[in-house]
């Protein structure tokens, strides 16, 4: 529970509108977001804070869990990986059903399917990568 917390308030609270709008287009930008996204992890994480404010040269307080959490987001979203695990989902379905990846809209499903859904359907799928590799970090490293 602490982890979707941190997640949902890293992502949707303290995420702005600049970020959401140029982390697929900058990667500076991307870490950025991710660098403000993993504040709250900073809660539930076991990161020595005052290793952090004792020696502020390092630029961020080190844990592998959250090297991992900062990394992983950044790319993730950079690149939009959602999309493709959209597609490649999708190509799990009967034949008549599949469709190359040129002709996914931005969210990996076929343009044909309703923004509105596509879009809420990439938001869902996101987020599911977002914590999946977020609880293995926390849990294994």
């Not at 993993?38 to 076991?46: A, N």
């Not at 900062?70 to 034949?95: C, E, G, M, S």
């Not at 596509?118 to 914590?131: C, E, F």
């Amino acid at each position: 529970m602490e982890q979707l917390i941190a997640h949902l308030v890293g992502d949707y609270v303290l995420q702005t509108d600049h970020m959401a709008e140029r982390k697929s287009k900058s990667l500076l930008v991307a870490f950025g977001h991710a660098a403000v996204y993993s504040l709250p992890f900073l809660f539930i994480l076991d990161v020595p804070i005052l290793e952090f404010v004792a020696f502020p040269y390092f630029p961020f307080p080190y844990s592998p869990a959250l090297l991992t959490i900062v990394v992983t987001h950044a790319l993730i979203d950079h690149f939009r990986l959602a999309r493709y695990v959209v597609w490649a989902k999708n190509q799990l379905a009967p034949k008549v059903y599949r469709y190359p990846f040129e002709k996914a809209a931005w969210h990996g499903y076929q343009a044909n399917k309703p923004d509105w859904l596509a879009g809420w359907l990439y938001i869902i799928a996101d987020n599911t990568i977002h914590l999946l590799v977020n609880y293995c970090a926390i849990r294994w490293l």
